[in-house]
Structure formats: structure tokens, C-alpha cells
């Protein structure tokens, strides 16, 4: 019986996803069609984000001009990486490490730009000193209403930058370590016994994801009245949508990949058709974010004035009130 079944299976299901060269060979018209139509999409992309650049360059202030255009890269990097994916199947494991890492700067970024379009750390502080947080936000801790609130300081601010960009360090340094163990044959998605690495490795980085989210949300959900005349509720959203598609949305493909739900298609294995999938579906994704995060960042927009600048100018206008009325008297 199992002779006859393992009679049923192609080969090409059991053997690693096909070179490059070799793939175009199994693309007939409508593959072509589609690979060449993603492709123009993610070249659209890409172009897009270097002329928004050099827009924002030129039209936004220092600091804050690094940090719109890490940002606003998520996407179009995202999106250049699947497509190499998709044309160089035997290279999802690097694209998917590149684009992760990247996204993990993005979300310490995202904090930075929250505390810089408030004036800084120094104008933050001088705002928000002595002010309770509340810290019972996602991912970590939506449902613990009971949480007291925080008081911001000098050093609740510096917990919360180190909270984000723990995720930065160790997300690059534990993916390289994955690649190195991947093309040494010992980290493999689809070993999910007790003694692999992967079983190891994906878990801890999906606690330092969390942890890393944490911050973030902590400074936005106590912040984001003030900054709306800035759109930053959807700049916000469009973060947590890139976030959403590019981790979870890959990992339930992932999964069901291995779960042999997305079925073999030769010369594509399971896994590996999964992978496709996921990369075709995010450069057209991405393209659309793309436009939308144009829409929202290619544009120069200044500080928001501190409250001591709000209540020097609301005693102007007093002092120019009174010296009116005595004139007329």
C-alpha cells in the first residue's frame, strides 16, 4: 500500500524548489503574463519610492527626513524583494531575511517619527514629563484594563526606544544565523521536532515582535490626538497593515504549506509553491501601499509648536487684547 502511494507522488514534490533558469522553462503564457505584470508592478514600486526620496530630501528638515524615508520604504523594499523571490525561487529564505530586517528598523523608526513630529525627545519631555500613559495597549496588553498608568520620564522614554529596537538588533543578528544554518542544512521550516532550530528560533522572534510592537503602540495611542492634523492615523495604519501582511499573512501560507494544503505543483513542492504564492500576493500588496504611503508622505509639513510656544502666543494675544480695549477707552 505504501509502495503505491509513494508510486502517486511526483518528484519533483520532494526536491528543491527549481533554479531560475529552469523555471521558466514550466511558465506557459498566462505565467509569463503574470510574472512580467508583478514585475512592472514592483519596478513601479521601486521607482516611485527613489523619486519620493529625493522629494523628501530636498522638502523635509534633518532628523526627520531619515526616518520618512525608512518608513515610506517598507513597502517598495518589501515588494522588490519578492519579486526577486518569485523569479529565483532558491533565494526566498535571503529575500525573506532582508525584507524582515528592514521592517524590524522600520518599527523603531516609527516610534521615532511619533516623538520627532512632537518636536523631539527634548520637546516630548518638556510636553509630556509627569504625564500618565497608558500602557494597556496591544499586542502585549489590551486586555489588562487593570495596568496603572505610567507617568512619562527621561527614563520611561528611553525604555520604551530600547524596547523597539531591541527588535532591530536581534531580528538581523538571528536571521543571518538562520541563513548561515539553512545553507548548512540545519534550519528547515518544515522540522518541527523538538531537536530543530527552526522550533527554536521562530518562536523567540515572534516574542521579541510583540515586545518590540509594545512600545510603539504605548506612544501612539497617547499621542495620536495630537498629531491628526498630521495624518498620522492612517501613516499609522498603513504600518500596522505592512506588518500584518508581511508576518502573519506569510506565516499562515507557510503553514498551511506544510500542512499539504497548498498542494505540489511541478516543479514546485508544496512548500515552495506556498513561498510562491506569498510572494505574488505581497507584490501586489505592496504596490498599493506604495501609492497610498505617496499619498501620505510626499509632502513637507512642519512641527507641531510645543505647548510653552502655544501659551506664549495665546499671552500675546491677550496683551494685544487688553492694550486695544485701552486704547478705545
Known amino acids: 500500500m505504501e509502495e503505491s502511494l509513494n508510486g502517486t507522488i511526483d518528484p519533483a514534490c520532494l526536491q528543491e524548489p527549481p533554479l531560475a533558469a529552469d523555471m521558466l522553462k514550466y511558465l506557459d503564457t498566462f505565467g509569463l503574463c503574470l510574472y512580467a505584470m508583478l514585475t512592472f508592478m514592483s519596478s513601479v514600486s521601486l521607482l516611485l519610492y527613489l523619486e519620493q526620496c529625493v522629494y523628501i530630501y530636498k522638502k523635509v528638515s534633518y532628523p526627520k527626513k531619515t526616518t520618512i524615508i525608512w518608513i515610506s520604504g517598507a513597502a517598495p523594499v518589501i515588494a522588490t524583494m519578492a519579486c526577486f523571490g518569485m523569479w529565483i525561487p532558491r533565494a526566498v529564505m ?86 548561515i544554518l539553512w545553507t548548512n542544512g540545519y534550519f528547515d521550516l518544515s522540522d518541527l521536532e523538538i531537536t530543530g532550530t527552526a522550533i527554536w528560533i521562530n518562536p523567540f522572534i515572534g516574542v521579541l515582535t510583540i515586545t518590540s510592537l509594545w512600545p510603539v503602540a504605548i506612544v501612539f495611542m497617547n499621542t495620536n490626538s495630537l498629531l491628526r492634523s498630521l495624518n498620522i492615523i492612517p501613516k499609522y495604519a498603513m504600518y500596522q497593515l505592512i506588518l500584518v501582511l508581511s508576518q502573519l499573512q506569510t506565516s499562515i501560507i507557510n503553514i498551511l504549506a506544510l500542512d ?70
Open 260 to 329: 499539504g494544503t497548498i498542494a505540489c505543483a511541478p516543479p514546485l513542492s508544496s512548500q515552495a509553491r506556498g513561498s510562491m504564492l506569498s510572494q505574488q500576493m505581497m507584490i501586489m500588496e505592496m504596490f498599493i501601499i506604495t501609492l497610498v504611503n505617496r499619498f501620505l508622505y510626499r509632502r513637507p509639513y512642519d512641527t507641531l509648536p510645543s505647548e510653552t510656544h502655544d501659551n506664549n502666543l495665546n499671552g500675546k494675544v491677550a496683551d494685544w487684547q487688553t492694550a486695544l480695549v485701552e486704547h478705545d477707552v
Open 94 to 179: 535571503i529575500t525573506d531575511m532582508a525584507s524582515n530586517c528592514y521592517f524590524a528598523v522600520v518599527v523603531y523608526k516609527v516610534l521615532i517619527l511619533l516623538v520627532q513630529e512632537l518636536g523631539g525627545s527634548s520637546a516630548f519631555l518638556e510636553r509630556f514629563s509627569g504625564t500618565p500613559f497608558k500602557i494597556s495597549t496591544g499586542p502585549c496588553c489590551c486586555c489588562c484594563v487593570c495596568l496603572p498608568r505610567v507617568p512619562m520620564s527621561r527614563g520611561m522614554l528611553f525604555l520604551l526606544k530600547i524596547g523597539a529596537l531591541q527588535y532591530a538588533i536581534l531580528k538581523t543578528v538571528l536571521s543571518v544565523i538562520s541563513v
